[in-house]
């Protein structure tokens, strides 16, 4: 099993920025892909970045965030981050951190999520 635990969120003006954290608890080199979605109530749960590792290493991000939203992760401490810059009041919601891993611990999992809230 692997848990992940968010951190980071918080209540910020617009045009601020915030940094998210997504701690695993195994080492995120068994992961195929480390996920950032977000959820607003009454809709559904949106994909804002990713990371895909393989041969090569993917990143994503979603249309509505790219030039401000970045994700990367530190290896040794397995963290995945989201630096999201230049927030917008849209950009309040929930935001989850996902995970796909391999091996003895496969299986997809999810964080308990961290909420950001941006004002006008």
């Known amino acids: 099993q692997v848990q992940l635990v968010e951190s980071g969120g918080g209540l910020v003006q617009a045009g601020g920025s915030l940094r998210l954290s997504c701690a695993a608890s195994r080492s995120i080199l068994s992961s195929t892909a480390m996920n950032w979605y977000r959820q607003a109530p009454g809709k559904q749960r949106e994909l804002v970045a990713s990371?895909?590792?393989?041969?090569?290493?993917?990143?994503n991000y979603a249309d509505s965030v790219k030039g401000r939203f970045t994700i990367s992760r530190d290896n040794a401490k397995n963290t995945v981050y989201l630096q999201m810059n230049s927030l917008k009041p849209e950009d309040t919601v929930v935001y989850y951190c996902?995970?796909?891993?391999?091996?003895?611990?496969?299986?997809?999992?999810w964080g308990q999520g961290t909420q950001v809230t941006v004002s006008s």
């Open positions: 990371i895909r590792s393989g041969g090569t290493t993917n990143y």
């Open positions: 996902n995970a796909a891993f391999i091996g003895v611990i496969a299986g997809d999992y």
